[in-house]
């Protein structure tokens, strides 16, 4: 089979065009194509007059047709084998596991990486056990709602704790910029396709979900990880874990202690818990865990009406159903040193309450597979350091994101309204005192005000000059009646639990650190491969 990248076509294209046009790159009569299948599709808008769709395909010849067509192609970057792209478990458990003086690993978390990790070792037969502070997918929602509709938070069960973590309350994004030699990525779509998720998912080159397909999907791989012999327990939370050392001061994980006190015995104990377990954090820190802080950013989030981006990234086209809700990606650096950059961008979507703490408001973003709200949102972020922000301690960046976390939940009136501003008046420097065209569409509510209050002075004068930036790149971004709302504060975990080359804790055996909690991951794809990677590590070690 043949892996052919860069076939062109039109917008209003057929099935025909696309078969024309490959026997025609492969210089061949089209009788003599036997069969393709599309692997991978996008689109070039940077001419919005005649934006383009992109194609990689596989094609099927006759094998000494092949061939000759390879021989012809010595050096082409177009025309090639297809690579293998499947996946080979490195382990298998034994018949019978486990046995009397076998202990089964442990996984912590049950959001993306979490369920891949488990997945994972439960088909290699290794029977996982995974605990999960939170609540399963469906009594999560309705908790998560009761937030968004009544101001009832449960500090266990929200947009960040329970099952399918917090990519489950997003745009449910399934790309990722890790360098994915192994096709592991392919593996986490497979998997997710093989639950429920849309088959497009594997051919798009930006794919998404959205949350209400992830709440099926996820309650599905939940299921076949039972089905195949592992346990999920619910409403579990980890206090601590149990630790022994040796006479030579080697640290080995032996258990986990819950918070009822009860203790379960295991010798690999994979963390997969997400950025906002902040006390599971400082535990693990109280507990002489190697810890590091590492940068994150903060900022707000910004909403237009999603026909404004569709028109300045499609021109005429916008609106194509070929092409779907615009999104966007933007970076500015500015004169004061810092950088700007939209994160976590959600086409005709909603902004959400995310917060895990009470007394304090978070926003994120969410939309669903469909993408057809009427607002486009994303966050507007500024990268801060730990060597420049927050430098007192491993834990110190958590305890900044706590102050301007609740910072911005008494600006927005004590009741969890989240701070807002129309971009207009953000950027004159006066308080909101009315909206206009935009309507924010974050629940509970807002409470317009001066957002210069919510940042730090550096941060708001680097926004105040990223976001005219931004507009000479998409006409309208910096339009008057947009809405920032604040605030955004976990772009990224606020630390990085350091790991070895063996995937487990620098200081602490048996403790395997993994996903965007642990610092590993930014994003569903990245975190599930992430789990992926450490549950084969444990695999291998259980097998020694």
């Known amino acids: 089979m043949l892996r052919l990248n860069e076939i062109k076509l039109p917008l209003d294209h057929s099935e025909d065009d696309l078969a024309a046009a490959i026997a025609c790159k492969l210089r061949l009569d089209r009788t003599e194509v036997s069969g393709f299948t599309v692997f991978k599709r996008s689109h070039d808008a940077r001419k919005k007059s005649a934006i383009q769709l992109i194609y990689q395909v596989d094609v099927t010849l006759d094998p000494r047709l092949e061939k000759r067509v390879l021989e012809a192609h010595p050096d082409s970057s177009s025309i090639g084998p297809s690579p293998d792209t499947s996946y080979r478990f490195v382990a298998r458990a034994e018949p019978g596991y486990p046995d009397a003086r076998q202990q089964r690993p442990l996984v912590i978390g049950f959001g993306p990486c979490g369920i891949l990790a488990a997945l994972l070792l439960a088909q290699m037969g290794f029977k996982p056990i995974v605990l999960e502070r939170g609540r399963d997918v469906r009594k999560r929602t309705r908790d998560t709602w009761g937030l968004w509709r009544t101001r009832e938070l449960q500090t266990e069960s929200n947009v960040q704790f329970g099952e399918g973590g917090a990519g489950t309350f997003s745009d449910g994004k399934l790309y990722s910029q890790v360098k994915d030699r192994r096709h592991l990525g392919r593996k986490v779509l497979t998997e997710f396709v093989k639950a429920g998720a849309p088959a497009e998912i594997l051919v798009d080159s930006k794919p998404h979900i959205g949350t209400f397909k992830l709440v099926k999907m996820v309650e599905n791989m939940r299921a076949e990880i039972l089905r195949l012999g592992g346990e999920i327990r619910f409403e579990q939370k980890v206090e601590s874990i149990q630790l022994q050392a040796d ?70 086209q916008a609106g194509h159903p070929a092409l779907g809700a615009a999104e966007y990606k933007l970076v500015h650096h500015c004169s004061n040193g810092r950088s700007v950059y939209s994160f976590c961008m959600c086409p005709g979507g909603t902004v959400v309450a995310a917060t ?4 304090r408001v978070v926003t994120n973003g969410m939309s669903q597979y469909s993408r057809n709200e009427r607002n486009a949102n994303a966050a507007i972020v500024v990268g801060i350091t730990p060597e420049q922000d927050y430098p007192q301690h491993p834990l110190a960046g958590i305890a900044l994101q706590r102050k301007l976390e609740t910072l911005a939940y008494e600006l927005g009136g004590s009741n969890y309204n989240a701070p807002a501003q129309l971009v207009g008046d953000f950027l004159e420097g006066r308080p909101s005192t009315e909206l206009g065209s935009v309507t924010p569409s974050y629940q509970p509510g807002v409470t317009l005000c001066d957002l210069a209050a919510a940042l730090p002075a550096f941060a708001i004068d680097a926004l105040r000059e990223a976001i005219p930036a931004f507009d000479r790149q998409i006409r309208g971004f910096a339009m008057g009646d947009a809405v920032l709302t604040g605030i955004e504060t976990r772009t990224s975990s606020p630390i990085c639990i350091k790991r070895g080359d063996n995937f487990q804790s620098v200081n602490t055996a048996g403790l395997y650190p993994a996903g965007e909690g642990a610092g590993y991951a930014g994003g569903i794809l990245s975190a599930a491969i992430d789990g992926i990677k450490v549950a084969e590590a444990v695999a291998l070690d259980l097998l020694q």
């Open 356 to 359: 895990s703490e009470k007394g």
């Open 247 to 316: 006479k030579a001061g080697t640290r080995q994980v032996t258990g986990v202690i819950l918070a009822g006190g009860e203790v379960l015995a295991a010798r690999h104990v994979i963390l997969a818990v997400g950025h906002s377990a902040r006390d599971t954090f400082q535990a693990l820190h109280d507990q002489g865990v190697y810890i590091e802080p590492k940068p994150f950013s903060i900022g707000f989030r910004i909403e237009h009406p999603q026909s404004i981006i569709d028109r300045a990234r499609f021109g005429e």
